[in-house]
């Protein structure tokens, strides 16, 4: 058990490395990458079996999170997910996604998909972990390549205040 923890913190170093490297912190097909993390984060890579918790305590330490976040310690790194490109379907406005909020954030994202200069669709507050598969779009798109941007707004979990945000320019491809 011991061998393989090390082989997968292994993987996920080298996972890591390459994703800082190449600026991806995500993939290109809009499917989750296994882990985002930053370069800080790397060198500081250490086996804890302190760390090792079972579901329940883990569900547990999140439900509590979700419910009071004064107590937290908030890291000023943010990763934010990136994408190339995003597939959807011409004339439709409900649209699958996979927008999330890495869990190892300690802030809240507002997304907003801004096409053509226009805002046509905007999340509601993500909590760290939180994923988005749905969105309804303001209006349908015509197929073709359209470029646009998606927009991160973070904001504070202790009290909602503005903190960096940052605008991914990325392709939708409307088939």
């Known amino acids: 058990m011991k061998r393989e923890i090390k082989i997968k913190t292994a993987l996920i170093?080298?996972?890591?490395?390459?994703?800082?490297?190449?600026?991806?912190?995500?993939?290109?097909?809009?499917?989750?990458?296994?882990?985002?993390?930053?370069?800080?984060e790397i060198g500081s890579m250490k086996e804890d079996p302190s760390n090792d918790t079972s579901d329940t305590?883990?569900?547990?330490?999140?439900?509590?999170?979700?419910?009071?976040?004064?107590?937290?310690?908030?890291?000023?790194?943010?990763?934010?997910?990136?994408?190339e490109s995003i597939i959807l379907k011409a004339g439709e406005k409900t649209q699958s996604v996979n927008f999330y909020n890495p869990g190892e954030n300690t802030c809240y994202f507002k997304i907003s998909l801004v096409v053509d200069g226009a805002t046509c669709w905007t999340s509601e507050l993500l909590e760290p972990g939180e994923e988005i598969h749905s969105i309804e779009l303001t209006?349908?798109?015509?197929?073709?390549?359209?470029?646009?941007?998606?927009?991160?707004?973070c904001f504070s979990l202790k009290d909602q205040s503005p903190l960096n945000g940052s605008n991914i320019e990325l392709v939708l491809h409307v088939k």
């Open 139 to 153: 209006g349908a798109l015509e197929a073709g390549d359209h470029p646009a941007t998606l927009k991160y707004e």
């Open 13 to 40: 170093a080298i996972m890591a490395v390459s994703c800082v490297l190449s600026g991806c912190y995500g993939t290109t097909d809009g499917k989750r990458a296994e882990e985002n993390i930053s370069a800080g």
């Open 57 to 83: 305590e883990k569900a547990q330490t999140e439900d509590d999170l979700k419910k009071d976040y004064s107590n937290i310690v908030e890291n000023p790194n943010i990763a934010i997910p990136g994408y």
